[in-house]
């Protein structure tokens, strides 16, 4: 779902581009749906297949993990002249324990989330494998904020 409109900026040092992207909570509608358009914008804009795919890897997972355990979200991709920076930011439950929410493994999906073919406990833990840098932050019954930098 396209939300706002994308934005070019010629500054040499500050974003290149920017678009915002919403993401429904609680339901795998569209789930995947926005990680498949930032992956084709970065493809369009002809980054290597490398960068293209761990961008790709990382907003997916973020996305599959609003639909899953948040109320709404919203994620941004912003393309600077060396870097991409994807950041996903969420209203809902948010994570009690975020060390033990990275742990490879852990997870509190439902049997709902389980059958949709979700819930692997591995999407925190990829996130910050395929991000250079990576950033979580966390508060119970407000939400999630998720920054993941790609080196270009
Ligand atoms: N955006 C989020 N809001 C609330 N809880 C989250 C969010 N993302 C992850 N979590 C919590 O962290 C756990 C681990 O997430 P993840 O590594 O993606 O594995 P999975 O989604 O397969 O459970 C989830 O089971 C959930 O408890
Ligand atoms: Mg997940």
Known sequence: MWNGSPRSVTSHETVA?????????????????????????????KFPKEVVRRAAIVTYEAEINICSYA???R????VKPKE????????????????????????TA????????????????????FSDVFRITSEVGK????????HV
Not at 24 to 45: D, P
Not at 87 to 106: C, N, P, R, S, V
């Open 17 to 45: 581009y920017e678009n915002s992207f919403l993401v429904a909570g609680k339901t795998f509608k569209n789930a995947g749906k926005v990680s498949r358009q930032i992956k084709t914008l970065l493809q369009k804009m």
């Open 71 to 73: 109320e709404r979200g």
């Open 75 to 78: 994620i941004v991709l912003r």
């Open 84 to 107: 991409i920076s994807i950041e996903a930011t969420d209203e809902g439950q948010g994570i009690a324990d975020i060390e033990l929410a990275m742990k490879e493994g852990y997870s």
């Open 110 to 129: 439902t049997p709902r989330i389980v059958h949709m073919g979700f819930g692997a406990g591995m999407g925190l833990a990829n996130i910050k494998r």
């Open 143 to 150: 939400g999630t904020h998720l920054e993941m930098i790609i």
